[in-house]
């Protein structure tokens, strides 16, 4: 597992490409002991393997019976409930439960969940194949939720049949007992190790039928453990068991002569065998990748040139003796002191055909080597990288296309080297004489951003950016060096020490670690993927002294006298951000956060240190002892610490509803207030800039937004308040503002249209009096966005009344009649459609606030010329002389 983390590529981007896919496992891959993994099938299995896969059914005599399929949903609005973005829909449920049955009358049989995904056949690749496994897994969680106590084995077979998102559920019949000893009957769920035999049984140890001949015995040559059924094993498996096998059979790799250009005699046996393994394996990819004799430093193009002759030809040999596997060839010269060898490696599906494959430094090419070797090699990959230059677009930071290939060739030599950290040194046009704080600071910005590119692809390595202007008339480029291996920070033992004595240790652990500080980018606060290692750096160390509070202070560039509000903002902006990043690693101490600007003309950095909690708690509004006080005295306390607390504004962007980051400070005052009155239910109002006459459902939207966003972010706090969101637009004139203050939930309920006494009223007269009040609510239109079914947020209060009025009439079913703009005569089918999703959505929500009545959906277009508009309205029935309900 370890192998394969260090040399499987990233997969994807955005909320699925977590530390699983980086690495290319799945989860059950992460988790295998693949040392135990495989049983031997016996003497004479490997020259009826093919034969062997093709019909492992038929061959080995194991009764099938397909149970169903159970289609899956696969989008991005599915990340927030699974990390690979797939849902199973009811009607999955519904399949995966009338299933349950089924599988349990055999609880002795194994159910094999096969997951599909997306594509077609010749589009599978390691991303489709987890996904795949994902749906399985998702599939395995359902029906054991349900009680399925059978041996469950999940496979992913990505796009491989070009089925679509789908999991097909199969029943394998038993055939004895698990070799070695009985199964485990507590766990129903597979390990790693029971995979392979628990599926097939004892026939893992019986010889396949036919009349194969056995292999020609071999000469000094490695005997291969035989190869698993393949087909309930995910392509990260496979490959674990393939690289096992290679490095255990030519751990050094193939030797060659340097004085002969073929492959030797004495080493086609072992090659004849290779390609027997790789022959099971058809959907692996291989890289050939060749070694030549010398030290790091004393390699050049003729080594490479020979290493990849020498790669090429083992290639051919494998091909001729029947491999069908796709292979990647290298030549990495004596860059990695291995000597004169082709050494091989197993790639997963489609990997082998991908440009990038001939760049991979895989990481069992720089097993065993010392940090001495380690370095050597690594200064020279890097710099053989680097060679060609890296090229930025005239005059600035950005990387040009050109340069993509050249990035992705640094990656994966990084990666080869996880340890080690990188100084990266960016450099301009002209000469020594010539540098100024602009180039020094265009070369920063380049080496920032080269690893910024080199974190997005994954790379983990500790990187330290230096800015080396033109001081050394190297002209435009980027150069690249080992620096020393990363040493995890020790954090000593703190048993017997004071708190003093404690937190002086922290705040030398924090200085360390900032030593060489978190970099952002001019005039922004987002905390770049480069900066990952020193924030969870630090929130290992603040989780070791979870009683400490702690402050982080921003600065930017900037001579003191040149300070402004907009330096403050940045400045605070960039503290929260890394406040807001060591949270989501896993710190829960007190934090404080404040802006300095360019204050100390000290530069832009971050100081990190200990304070004292009495200090955190004079920063925030100070709460007095509301025991004794009156349910109005605490109440217009509230209002005045909440009014104290928005004293300084919200600055919304122009046209946006994002709580800025610096504005947090004002989010947790806020929140500290709420969080000390509870039970008292809040009103936040939105405000936008403009005069009461220029006010209209646009602002009006918008600073509902607002209102909705800041809840949110006070929510997000921890607080449990009741809160009511109103967008007033600028009907007050008070600018752009968020206003909060108490309401009484019973005295919005008065507000509600009035609803009289329906006690000896008849139906047709309480029909006559719901229509009456339906309308009264609804002379405020239900108003959507343009061309969509979405309801704007400002018309909840229209929602509401409606919703209390229906409450008050259950026994009658109502229509929902939706309307669009245009004449009669302009009606579509289209129109039609949208005003029944508008009625749909008004039902949708009528619903979500407690509606139990039957409501029917009407589109109708334009046919009427009534506008946009959705009509509410008790329908006719049969019941007319029913009395009202008591």
């Known amino acids: 597992g370890a192998r394969l983390a260090t040399c499987s590529p990233p997969v994807g981007s955005g909320p699925q490409s977590d530390a699983r896919h980086a690495a290319g496992l799945t989860p059950r891959s992460a988790r295998c002991g693949y040392g135990a993994l495989w049983q031997p099938l016996g003497g004479g299995a490997m020259a009826a393997w093919a034969a062997f896969r093709e019909q492992p059914a038929h061959v080995l005599g194991v009764a099938q019976q397909l149970v169903g399929e159970v289609v899956i949903e696969y989008g991005s609005e599915y990340f927030d409930e699974h990390d690979s973005g797939i849902h199973l829909p009811q009607a999955g449920s519904e399949v995966l439960l009338g299933a349950v049955s089924e599988v349990k009358a055999k609880p002795t049989w194994t159910l094999v969940l096969e997951g599909h995904c997306l594509g077609l056949p010749d589009e599978i690749d390691d991303l489709r194949s987890s996904i795949a496994e994902e749906a399985a897994d998702l599939c395995k969680d359902r ?70 001949q056995p292999l020609p015995a071999p000469v000094e040559v490695f005997e291969f453990q035989t190869p698993p059924d393949i087909a309930g094993l995910s392509d990260a498996e496979q490959l674990a068991f393939v690289e096992e096998q290679l490095m255990r059979a030519v751990p050094d790799g193939i030797p060659y002569d340097v004085d002969q250009p073929g492959i030797e005699e004495r080493d086609l046996p072992m090659i004849r065998r290779i390609a027997d393994l790789l022959k099971a394996f058809p959907r692996l990819g291989v890289q050939c990748a060749g070694h030549a004799k010398g030290s790091p430093g004393s390699n050049n ?118 340890n080690w950290v990188i100084v990266c040194e960016g450099h301009t046009k002209g000469q020594p004489g010539e540098e100024n704080e602009s180039k020094q600071r265009l070369s920063q910005v380049r080496a920032e951003r080269v690893a910024s590119a080199l974190k997005a692809l994954g790379v983990e390595n500790k990187i330290e950016c230096v800015g080396c202007g033109c001081s050394q008339g190297l002209g435009m480029c980027v150069r690249m060096r080992a620096k020393e291996p990363e040493r995890e920070l020790e954090i000593p033992d703190l048993t017997g020490l004071s708190q003093e004595e404690r937190f002086k240790i922290l705040d030398e652990l924090l200085l360390q670690i900032l030593e060489h500080g978190v970099t952002f980018e001019p005039n922004r606060h987002d905390v770049s993927a480069s900066n990952l290692g020193v924030i969870r750096a630090l929130a290992r160390v603040l989780q070791a002294f979870p009683d400490a509070a702690v402050r982080i202070e921003g600065h930017t560039k900037g001579k003191p006298e040149e300070n402004c509000e907009a330096k403050r903002k940045l400045s605070q902006a960039r503290a929260e951000a890394v406040r807001v990043a060591v949270r989501m690693e896993g710190a829960s101490n007190e934090i404080l956060c404040s802006g300095k600007g360019s204050e100390l003309g000290k530069g832009a950095g971050l100081k990190i ?65 709420l969080q000390a009155f509870p039970s008292f239910s809040i009103q936040c109002e939105g405000h936008t800039k403009g005069t009461p006459e220029s006010n209209g459902p646009p602002k009006i939207r918008l600073s509902h937004l607002r209102a909705e966003s800041f809840k949110a972010a006070v929510v997000a706090e921890g607080v449990s308040n009741q809160i009511r969101c109103i967008g007033k637009g600028s009907e007050a004139g008070i600018g752009m503002r968020v206003r909060m203050c108490v309401f009484d939930p019973e005295a919005v309920q008065l507000q509600q249209v009035a609803i009289p006494e329906q006690a000896g009223m008849s139906r047709e007269e309480r029909r006559a009096l719901l229509n009456d009040l339906l309308a009264q609510a609804l002379k405020r239109k239900i108003a959507f966005e343009p061309n969509s079914m979405v309801i704007e947020a400002s018309i909840d209060d229209t929602i509401d009344r409606v919703a209390h009025i229906l409450k008050a009439f259950p026994d009658f079913r109502v229509i929902c009649e939706g309307h669009t703009k245009g004449a009669p005569e302009t009606n579509t089918v289209t129109k039609m459609q949208l005003s029944k999703a508008r009625a749909e959505s008004v039902r949708n929500a009528l619903l979500a606030e407690g509606v139990e009545s039957d409501i029917t959906c009407v589109g109708r277009g334009s046919s009427e010329n009534r506008g946009m508009v959705v009509r509410i309205f008790a329908a006719e029935d049969e019941a007319a002389d029913a009395p009202a309900p008591s």
């Not at 230059?389 to 080297?417: D, H, M, Q, T």
């Open 143 to 212: 029906l054991v939720d349900a009680g399925v106590e059978n041996r469950i084995v999940c496979k992913g077979s990505g796009s491989a049949e070009g089925k679509g998102m789908k999991v097909a559920m199969l029943l394998l019949e038993p055939q004895g007992p698990k070799p070695g000893g009985e199964a485990p009957t507590e766990d129903r769920r597979l390990s790693a190790d029971d995979m392979w035999d628990s599926v097939l049984g004892d026939v893992a140890t019986k010889e396949p039928e036919g009349e194969a």
């Open 609 to 673: 240190f200990v304070v004292d909690l009495r200090e955190i708690e004079m920063a925030d509004n100070p709460i007095p002892d509301i025991s004794g006080m009156s349910t109005e005295e605490q109440k217009t306390l509230l209002n005045n610490l909440l009014a104290e607390a928005l004293d300084d504004n919200i600055e919304f962007e122009p046209n946006s509803a994002i709580v800025p980051i610096s504005d947090m400070a004002i989010v947790r005052r806020v929140a500290k207030v």
């Open 301 to 418: 193009l003729a080594k490479r040139a020979q290493s990849q002759d020498r790669a090429i030809a083992l290639r051919d040999a494998l091909a001729e003796a029947g491999a069908p596997n796709v292979f990647a060839c290298v030549g990495f010269g004596s860059a990695l002191a291995r000597g004169s060898c082709v050494r091989l490696h197993g790639l997963m599906p489609g990997e082998a055909e991908k440009e990038d494959a001939v760049l991979r430094v895989l990481g069992w090419n720089t097993a065993g080597m010392s940090l001495e070797q380690e370095q050597a090699s690594l200064d020279q990959l890097l710099k053989e990288a680097l060679e060609h230059g890296l090229a930025f677009e005239p005059n600035r930071a950005y990387i040009a296309e050109s340069a993509n290939k050249v990035i992705l060739r640094i990656s994966w030599v990084l990666k080869a080297f996880p």
